[in-house]
C-alpha cells in the first residue's frame, strides 16, 4: 500500500513517546531533578578535589617537624628534611601534572606522554636518593621549645604528625576535641585530624588503584569471552560464577590472611576480587557488537584480533562502564574501611576504617569524636562517587536524552 | 520445571569445588600455612615442648601433608561415599558413609556443633531482615511512584542514595554509641542476643511475682532492633530505588494505556496492573540480597557481638582453621548458589512470558 | 438530518515541555454519526493521534493539558466530566483500539481475564457469566477455539490474533462509538484485510459508529463513509469519501492523490509533495502548509492569516485561501473508481 507524503521524519508513535517520556515526572519535577543531579555531582566532585589535595599536600599541612626554625643561628626545615620518597614524588606529579595541564602549546598526547616519563622517572629515582631519617622523636621540638633553645619556629597548619604519640605530655589518649587538637585524639595519643588527612592518600589509592586493577582484569577476561566464543566462554562463565557466588568477604579474609595486609597487596587484593561486574558487562557488550556489521566488515578485511578488539569495539563499550567504575571506586573504600575496622586490613598505617574501630572502647565508652568524623569522612567520600556515578548514568543514559 | 532444577543443583557442585578449592589453596599457601598462627601461638615455650606440640597437630591433623592431599582429604570428609579413616588416622574401608565436616583445630570441637550453633543465629538476623528490606522498600516505592514529585518523593529520593552511601561499620558504630550507651541514651542493650538472665526467662512476656517479665521472645527481639536496623537500611535504599523506577517504567507502557482506555480507575491500574510486572525486576535483584546481607552481616556480628557465623568465619581465618573455614566457605557458597536458583525458580512462576521446559 | 453522536469542536491541546508549550491539536472539528465511519488521514505527526486519546481524555495531564474545545458525546460535553464520571464512558460507551498489538495486552495476564476485566467493569455479572461473555466475544471475532485460548497469555498469540483480542476486549461491552487508531499498521497485508473486513462486519451488526484513524489512502476508500484529513494539527479538508476521491480541493489532498502510484496509467516518477512535514515546535506561520503548497505564489496572504474551515460545496469543508481561484484550474483528480481499482492492487 502507498503511504502518503515523502518524508516522515516525526513517526506518530515517536511524538507520543517524546511526551510520554518527559510526561512521566511533571515538569517542575524535572528541572529540580536535573540540577539537584549536577548540583550532587559538582559537589561530590569538589569533595573529591579537596581529598586529592589533602592527600598531596598532607606533609605541609600536617607535621609535627616545623617547617622553619631557627635554631643555635642556624635556619633549618625540618619538615623538608624529613619528607618521605613517595611524598616529594607526590609533589611531583601534582605540580608537574598542574603545569602541563595549563600550557596550551604541545598537543593533549604529547603532554601526557610528557607527564608519564616525569612521573616514571620520579618514581624511578626518588626512592633511591630521598632518605629522611627515619628515627623521629617529635617531642623535642617542643621540649627545646619549652626549654628556650630555639628562637624562632613556624609550624604547619595542624603542628602534628599522625605517628607523633606526644610522648611529652601526660595521658592524652582519648581526649575530645579542644584548641590544640581540633578533632581529639585516638587511643595512641596522636591527633586525630591529623591521622585523618594522612588517611586520603590510603581512601584514594585504594578507591582508584583497586577499580583500575578490577577493570583491567574484568575487561580483559571478559573481552577475551565475549570475543572468542566457544570454550573459553564457558571457562570464563565458570569462573565468573565461582567468584559471583563466594562470599566476597570471605573470599578477602582469606586473600588478606594470605599476606601482611600492606596497603599494595590490599589495592591488589580488592581488586582481584571485584572484577566479576566489569567483566559480565564488557561481554555482554561484545556478543553484540560483534554481530554488528562494521566488526564483521574488519573480520572480513582480514584485520588481527587485537587491532579489532582494541580499536573498534572497545570504545563502544567502554563508556557504560565509566559508570559503573565510579560506584565500584565507592565499593572499594567502603571494603577497605570494613575490613581495616575488623582488624584484618591495614593495621600499621592509620585509615579512616581502623581509626573507626577505636571509638568504643572497652566497658562500653563512646568516644563520639573518633566515631563522628571518620565516619563522617568515609560516607561523604562514598556518597560523592555515588553521586558522580549516578549524573554520569543520566548523561549517558539514551532514554533520558531530550530529542534534538 | 522438575529437570531444570535438578540440572541446577548438579551444576552447583563444579561451582561448589571450585569455591571451596581456591579458598583452600589461599589459606595453603599463605604464610605459615594451614594452621600456621595455631602452630606459632607457643611463643613462650622452650623448644623441645614446641616441636611436640607442632608434631602432635601435625599428626592429629594431617597438616604435614602435601596440599593437594590435605584438599582430597577434606572432600573425602565431607562426600557420603569415600573412605572411612581409621582411629590412627589412616584410610579404612571405601563405601557409604556419614559426611562430616570435621573438627576444629582452634576449639577441638566439631565443626558441625559450630556451624549447628552459629548458623541458625546469622540465619535469624539475616531472615528477619529480609522481609523488613522487601516490605520498606516496596511499600516506599509505591508512594513514592504514585505521588511522584511530591515530597515524599523527593525526600526519599534525596535520602536514598544518601543512606545508601552510609557505611555499616559507621551505622553500627553510631547506633551503639548514641542509643545503647549509658552516656547518651541507653534504649538499646549493647551487645550479644540475650541478656543473661535470658535463659531463666519463660517464653512470653507475662507478669510474675516479681513483677513484669518481658520474657524470651522480647528479650531477642530488642536485642535485635539494632543489628536489624544496621543490616537493612542500605538495601531498603535501593530496593525503593528499584520499585519506584520500575514501576514508573510501567506506567508508561501501552498495556496501561490500553487498561486506561478500558475504564480502569487509575488505583487498579497501579495496583493491579503495574504492581505486578514491577515485582519482576525487584525478584531478579533478589538472588544478590541475600549473599550481600549475609556479608553485611559479619560486620554487624562483629559490631554487636553476636555469635553468628560471620563472627566464626572471621576468627577461624585467622588461624586459618582449615576444617571451619572451608566449612564456613561451602556453606556460605551454597546458600550463594541455592539463592539463585530460588529466584529463578521464583521468577519462573512470576512471569508467565518465561518458562524452562 | 440525524444528530451526530460524536462531535469534536474546535478542539486545542497543548503539551507543556521543558523546552516551551507545543500544540499538535489546534482547532480541530469533526463529527461522527451513528452507525457511520469517520477516516481520520494524515500523515505520522499531524496530531491524529491525539485527537483521538484527547476524546477519551487519555492524555497524561502533566504535561498534556486541552486548551480549548468541546468533545459532545451524545450532547454531553466529555471535557466536563469527572474522572469517575470518563471511567465509565471509557470501554463503554466509547471503545479504543491501538496500534501495537504486541505491547498493548498486559503480559502477565491471561487473555480472558483481561477481557473479563472489561465486562465486569461496565457490567453487573459474576465471574463465570463474564467468562462466557468473553468466550462469545472472541468467538465474534472469529477466534478458533475460544474455549481454549481463553486461557492463554499473550506472548503465545500471534499478532493479528492479539489484534482481535483487543477488538473483542473493546467490544464486549457494546459500545456505541469504537476508536481504532492504526490498528493494522503493525501487521501483515493479508492480516490487515481480515481484520478491516472483521471491523466492517462487526460494525453492521452492533450497528457500532467507528472512527478510523490511518494513514493509508486504500484503506479509507475500502471502508470510510467520511473522510477528515489532518495536516500540521489542523483539518485541512472534510468531506464524504466519495466528494473527497472524486474532486479534493485542499492542496494537501490533491498531492496525496497524485503521489499514489497508479497501475495501468503509464507516468514518469512519482510525484511527491515537496518539502517535509514540518516540526510542532517550528510550524509555520500563516497557513501551516505554505512553504509546500504549489498554489502560493509568494502570496502574503497565505504566509500570515491560518485559513479556516470553510463549507465550500455541499458538506465538504476545506481551508486554503485559494480555493474558488483554482478550483477552476483542473488538476485532473483521477476518478474515484480508478481509485478504489488501485487501491485493491497489491502495492
Not at chain 1, 166 to 181: G, K, V
Not at chain 2, 182 to 205: C, D, N, W
Not at chain 3, 100 to 115: A, D, Y
Request: contains cysteine; aromatic residues 10%; hydrophobic residues 45%.
Amino acid at each position: 500500500m502507498t503511504e502518503i507524503g515523502t518524508i516522515t521524519p516525526l513517526g506518530h508513535g515517536e511524538l507520543l513517546a517524546t511526551e510520554s517520556a518527559s510526561s512521566s515526572r511533571s515538569y517542575f519535577r524535572q528541572i529540580v531533578d536535573s540540577v539537584l543531579r549536577r548540583v550532587g555531582a559538582i559537589l561530590g566532585a569538589i569533595w573529591i578535589g579537596t581529598l586529592v589535595l589533602l592527600a598531596v599536600f598532607s606533609p605541609l599541612i600536617a607535621n609535627s617537624h616545623p617547617c622553619l626554625m631557627e635554631k643555635d643561628g642556624h635556619w633549618s626545615s625540618p619538615m623538608l628534611a624529613h619528607l618521605s620518597a613517595g611524598d616529594v614524588i607526590l609533589q611531583t606529579l601534582f605540580w608537574s601534572g598542574a603545569v602541563l595541564y595549563f600550557i596550551p602549546k604541545p598537543r593533549r598526547q604529547t603532554r601526557l606522554i610528557l607527564w608519564i616519563c616525569v612521573s616514571v622517572l620520579a618514581i624511578g629515582i626518588f626512592p633511591f636518593i630521598i632518605n629522611p631519617p627515619t628515627i623521629v622523636e617529635y617531642q623535642i621540638y617542643r621540649e627545646d621549645q619549652q626549654a628556650g633553645k630555639i628562637e624562632k619556629v613556624f609550624y604547619a597548619p595542624i603542628p602534628f604528625s599522625p605517628d607523633d604519640h606526644l610522648f611529652d605530655q601526660m595521658e592524652m589518649r582519648l581526649t575530645a576535641p579542644s584548641r590544640i587538637h581540633w578533632m581529639g585524639t585516638t587511643s595512641d595519643s596522636a591527633d586525630l585530624l591529623s591521622n585523618m588527612i594522612y588517611a586520603t592518600r590510603i581512601a584514594l589509592s585504594i578507591g582508584f588503584i583497586s577499580t583500575g586493577i578490577a577493570l583491567i582484569i574484568g575487561v580483559i577476561i571478559g573481552g577475551l569471552m565475549g570475543y572468542y566464543v566457544g570454550w573459553i566462554d564457558l571457562l570464563g562463565m565458570r569462573l565468573v560464577e565461582i567468584f559471583d557466588a563466594i562470599p566476597t568477604l570471605l573470599l578477602l579474609l582469606c586473600f588478606v590472611a594470605i599476606f601482611t595486609p600492606n596497603l599494595y597487596i590490599m589495592m591488589a587484593i580488592i581488586g582481584a576480587t571485584s572484577w566479576v561486574g566489569y567483566a559480565y558487562f564488557i561481554r555482554a557488550e561484545f556478543l553484540s557488537l560483534r554481530q554488528r556489521d562494521f566488526v564483521q566488515a574488519a573480520r572480513a578485511a582480514g584485520l588481527p584480533v587485537r587491532s579489532i578488539l582494541f580499536r573498534h569495539m572497545l570504545p563502544n563499550g567502554l563508556t557504560p562502564l565509566i559508570v559503573s567504575a565510579s560506584f565500584g571506586v565507592a565499593s572499594a573504600i567502603l571494603v577497605e574501611s570494613t575490613l581495616s575496622f575488623l582488624g584484618i586490613g591495614l593495621v600499621n598505617e592509620a585509615s579512616w576504617g581502623n581509626l573507626l574501630n577505636q571509638a568504643v572502647g572497652e566497658g562500653g565508652t563512646f568516644y563520639w569524636w573518633i566515631a563522628l568524623y571518620p565516619g563522617l569522612a568515609i560516607f561523604l567520600t562514598v556518597f560523592a562517587y555515588n553521586l558522580i556515578g549516578e549524573a554520569l548514568r543520566d548523561a549517558l543514559d539514551p532514554k533520558l536524552q531530550e530529542n534534538k | 520445571m522438575f529437570a531444570y532444577i535438578i540440572r541446577r543443583l548438579l551444576l552447583m557442585f563444579p561451582t561448589l569445588l571450585g569455591i571451596t578449592a581456591l579458598v583452600f589453596f589461599t589459606m595453603a599457601f599463605s604464610p605459615g600455612g594451614i594452621g600456621g598462627p595455631l602452630l606459632d601461638r607457643s611463643g613462650n615455650m622452650r623448644g623441645g615442648q614446641q616441636q611436640y606440640i607442632r608434631a602432635y597437630y601435625e599428626k592429629r591433623y594431617g597438616l604435614n601433608q602435601p596440599k593437594l592431599v590435605q584438599y582430597a582429604r577434606w572432600l573425602n570428609l565431607i562426600s557420603p561415599i569415600g573412605f572411612r579413616s581409621n582411629d590412627d588416622g589412616t584410610l579404612g574401608s571405601f563405601g557409604l558413609k556419614w559426611p562430616s565436616l570435621g573438627e576444629s583445630m582452634q576449639q577441638h570441637r566439631p565443626v558441625m556443633d559450630l556451624i549447628a550453633e552459629s548458623l541458625p543465629i546469622t540465619l535469624l538476623l539475616n531472615l528477619i531482615s529480609i522481609p523488613f528490606v522487601y516490605g520498606f522498600g516496596v511499600v516506599t516505592g509505591i508512594i513514592s511512584a504514585r505521588h511522584r514529585g511530591g515530597w515524599y518523593d523527593t525526600a526519599t529520593s534525596l535520602s536514598q542514595l544518601a543512606s545508601w552511601s552510609v557505611p555499616t561499620i559507621w551505622a553500627g558504630v553510631m547506633l551503639i554509641g548514641l542509643l545503647a550507651n549509658r552516656q547518651y541514651i541507653k534504649l538499646f542493650p549493647t551487645s550479644g542476643l540475650h541478656e543473661p538472665e535470658a535463659v531463666f526467662m519463660p517464653f512470653l512476656p507475662h507478669f510474675m511475682a516479681r513483677g513484669w517479665n518481658c520474657g524470651w521472645l522480647f528479650d531477642t527481639a530488642w536485642h535485635l532492633v539494632l543489628p536489624v536496623v544496621c543490616l537493612s537500611y542500605g538495601s531498603s535504599a535501593f530496593l525503593t530505588k528499584l520499585m519506584r523506577g520500575s514501576i514508573l517504567e510501567n506506567l508508561d507502557s501501552d498495556y496501561v494505556r490500553t487498561a486506561r482506555a478500558k475504564g480502569v480507575a487509575e488505583r487498579d491500574v497501579l495496583y493491579r496492573h503495574v504492581f505486578r510486572n514491577s515485582l519482576l525486576a525487584l525478584i531478579t535483584v533478589a538472588a544478590s540480597i541475600l549473599p550481600a546481607m549475609i556479608g553485611g552481616s559479619v560486620v554487624v556480628e562483629s559490631i554487636f557481638s553476636i555469635p553468628g557465623m560471620g563472627k566464626l568465619g572471621v576468627d577461624s581465618v585467622q588461624f586459618r582453621d582449615r576444617e571451619v573455614v572451608m566449612a564456613v566457605t561451602l556453606i556460605g557458597g551454597l546458600i550463594g548458589l541455592l539463592s539463585q536458583i530460588l529466584r529463578d525458580i521464583i521468577y519462573a512462576m512470576a512471569d508467565p512470558r518465561v518458562s524452562y521446559e | 438530518m440525524p444528530t451526530p453522536l460524536l462531535e469534536v469542536r474546535d478542539l486545542t491541546v497543548a503539551f507543556d515541555t521543558p523546552r516551551g508549550q507545543i500544540r499538535p491539536v489546534q482547532n480541530v472539528s469533526l463529527s461522527v454519526y451513528p452507525g457511520q465511519t469517520l477516516a481520520v488521514v494524515g500523515e505520522s505527526g499531524c496530531g491524529k493521534s491525539v485527537t483521538a486519546l484527547s476524546i477519551l481524555r487519555l492524555i497524561p495531564s502533566p504535561p498534556g493539558r486541552v486548551l480549548g474545545g468541546q468533545v459532545l458525546f451524545n450532547g454531553k460535553d466529555l471535557l466536563q466530566l469527572s474522572e469517575k464520571q470518563m471511567q465509565s464512558v471509557r470501554g463503554k460507551d466509547i471503545a479504543m483500539i491501538f496500534q501495537e498489538p504486541m505491547t498493548s495486552l498486559n503480559p502477565v495476564f491471561t487473555v480472558g481475564e483481561q477481557i473479563v476485566e472489561a465486562v465486569q467493569l461496565h457490567q453487573n455479572v459474576g465471574t463465570r457469566q463474564a467468562y462466557e461473555i468473553a468466550e462469545q466475544a472472541m468467538q465474534d471475532v472469529g477466534i478458533a477455539d475460544p474455549h481454549k485460548r481463553i486461557h492463554e497469555y499473550p506472548h503465545r498469540l500471534s499478532g493479528g490474533m492479539r489484534q482481535r483480542v483487543m477488538i473483542a476486549m473493546a467490544l464486549s461491552c457494546r459500545p456505541k462509538l469504537l476508536i481504532a487508531d492504526e490498528p493494522t499498521t503493525a501487521l501483515d497485508v493479508t492480516i490487515q484485510a481480515q481484520i478491516l473486513e472483521l471491523l466492517r462486519k462487526l460494525q453492521e451488526e452492533k450497528q457500532m459508529a467507528v472512527m478510523l484513524i490511518t494513514h493509508d489512502l486504500g484503506v479509507v476508500a475500502e471502508n470510510a463513509d467520511a473522510v477528515a484529513v489532518m495536516y500540521a494539527s489542523k483539518v485541512v479538508e472534510y468531506a464524504a469519501v466519495n466528494d473527497l476521491f472524486d474532486s479534493p480541493k485542499h492542496p494537501y489532498t490533491e498531492g496525496l492523490f497524485r503521489a499514489m502510484p497508479r497501475l495501468g496509467r503509464p507516468g514518469g516518477r512519482l510525484q511527491t509533495i515537496a518539502g517535509a512535514v514540518p516540526n510542532p515546535r517550528r510550524f509555520p506561520s500563516g497557513c501551516k502548509f505554505h512553504p509546500r503548497c504549489p498554489r502560493m505564489n509568494g502570496d502574503a496572504l497565505c504566509t500570515q492569516k491560518e485559513p479556516e474551515l470553510r463549507e465550500i460545496a455541499t458538506r465538504h469543508w476545506a481551508s486554503c485561501h485559494h480555493i474558488e481561484n483554482f478550483a477552476a484550474a483542473p488538476i485532473t483528480p483521477p476518478t474515484s473508481d480508478a481509485i478504489r481499482k488501485d487501491a485493491e492492487a497489491p502495492a
